[in-house]
C-alpha cells in the first residue's frame, strides 16, 4: 500500500511539472517571439542582397504589417512547445537523478544528461526510422511561417494562411514526410540547445549557491540563465542556420531543392557565404534565448515554489 502511494504521488509531482514547464515556456515563447523571427529572416538572407540587421528586419514588419506581424508562425511555435520543453525539462531532470554519484555535479555528465533530454524531446520517445516526431513539424510550420514575412516584402503572398492551412498545403505538395523536412538537423541543434541550456543552467545555479554569491532566489536564477543562454547560443547556432534553411525549402514536383541534406547544406553555406554564416543571426538568437532562459527559469523556479516543488 505504501509503495503504491509512493508511485502515485512521484506520478503527480512529474505531471505538475510537465503543466508548470508548459506553462512558462509558453510564457517565454510569447515574451521573445518577435526577436525570433528576425534570427530567422537573418538566417535566411542570401549575402547577394541588400545586406539587413534585426533592426532593419522589425522595423519593416511593423511598418508592413503592423505589431501583429511581429507574431507570425506563433501559433505552431507554442503547439510545440507543449511537447518539447516539458518532455526535455523534466527528462533532464530525471536522467540527473540516474547519474552515477561522482558525476552528479560534473559538467560531462551534466551535458549529456542535457543533450540527451534534448535528442529525446524532440524525438517524443517514437520510433526515429518511421520519422514519428511530433515537434518537428510544428518547428518547420513555424519557419516557414515566419520566412512568409520575407516573402511578402518581396512582393509575392504568403504560402500559409495558419497553422492548418500550412499543415494541409505541405502534405498535399511535398506528402507526409514532408512535415519532417529537417528533423536531422533538428536533432542535431536539440542536443546542441540542451547540452548548453540544461546543464549551464544546472552547473551555474549550483556554483552561485555554492559560492554563496547569493541564495536560491531570482538573483541566482537571472545570473545561470544568462550564462546558459550564451552557453546555448554559441554551440546550437551552426546547427540552428542549417536546420532553418533545410526546413524553409519545399520539395513538392517541380520544386528546385537547394540541399540535398543537412551535410550538403553545412558545406554549401560555408563555400558560398564563408564560416561566418554559421553564426548568422547569432546576436538575435542569444537576444532572444537569454532574455527566454530569463522569462523560463525565473517564470518555472517562481511556479514550482507556488506548487510546493524542490527547486530545479
Not at 546555448?232 to 517541380?254: E, H, I, Y
Request: glycine share 8%; with cysteine.
Amino acid at each position: 500500500m505504501r509503495g503504491s502511494s509512493s508511485s502515485k504521488s512521484e506520478k503527480t509531482t512529474t505531471a505538475t511539472r510537465v503543466a508548470l514547464a508548459s506553462l512558462s515556456a509558453i510564457v517565454a515563447e510569447t515574451s521573445t517571439f518577435p526577436i525570433d523571427l528576425a534570427k530567422t529572416t537573418l538566417q535566411l538572407h542570401h549575402p547577394s542582397t541588400l545586406p539587413i540587421n534585426a533592426f532593419r528586419v522589425a522595423s519593416d514588419i511593423l511598418r508592413r504589417d503592423g505589431p501583429l506581424g511581429l507574431y507570425r508562425g506563433l501559433s505552431p511555435a507554442i503547439f510545440r512547445h507543449l511537447f518539447y520543453t516539458p518532455i526535455r525539462i523534466v527528462g533532464y531532470e530525471h536522467l540527473r537523478t540516474a547519474l552515477p554519484p561522482d558525476s552528479t555535479h560534473s559538467v560531462p555528465g551534466k551535458a549529456l544528461a542535457g543533450g540527451a533530454s534534448g535528442v529525446i524531446a524532440q524525438m517524443d520517445e517514437a520510433s526515429f526510422p518511421k520519422g514519428k516526431v511530433v515537434a518537428s513539424p510544428a518547428d518547420l510550420i513555424k519557419v516557414r511561417m515566419q520566412a512568409d514575412s520575407r516573402l511578402v516584402s518581396q512582393g509575392p503572398q504568403p504560402r500559409y494562411r495558419g497553422l492548418y492551412d500550412a499543415f494541409k498545403t505541405i502534405v498535399k505538395a511535398e506528402g507526409l514526410g514532408g512535415l519532417w523536412r529537417g528533423v536531422i538537423p533538428n536533432v542535431q541543434r536539440a542536443f546542441l540547445v540542451n547540452m548548453g541550456e540544461l546543464a549551464c543552467y544546472d552547473h551555474a545555479k549550483h556554483l552561485i549557491i555554492q559560492n554563496q554569491v547569493c541564495d536560491d532566489n531570482i538573483y541566482a536564477h537571472t545570473l545561470a540563465s544568462i550564462m546558459s543562454g550564451l552557453s546555448a547560443t554559441t554551440l546550437s547556432c551552426p546547427a540552428d542556420v542549417v536546420k532553418t534553411r533545410m526546413m524553409n525549402q519545399n520539395a513538392g514536383k517541380g520544386s528546385e531543392v537547394m540541399y540535398r541534406n543537412s551535410f550538403d547544406c553545412l558545406v554549401k553555406t560555408v563555400r558560398f557565404e564563408g564560416l561566418k554564416a554559421l553564426w548568422k543571426g547569432f546576436f538575435p538568437t542569444w537576444a532572444r534565448l537569454g532574455p527566454w532562459q530569463f522569462v523560463f527559469w525565473v517564470s518555472y523556479e517562481k511556479f514550482r515554489r507556488i506548487a510546493r516543488l524542490s527547486s530545479f
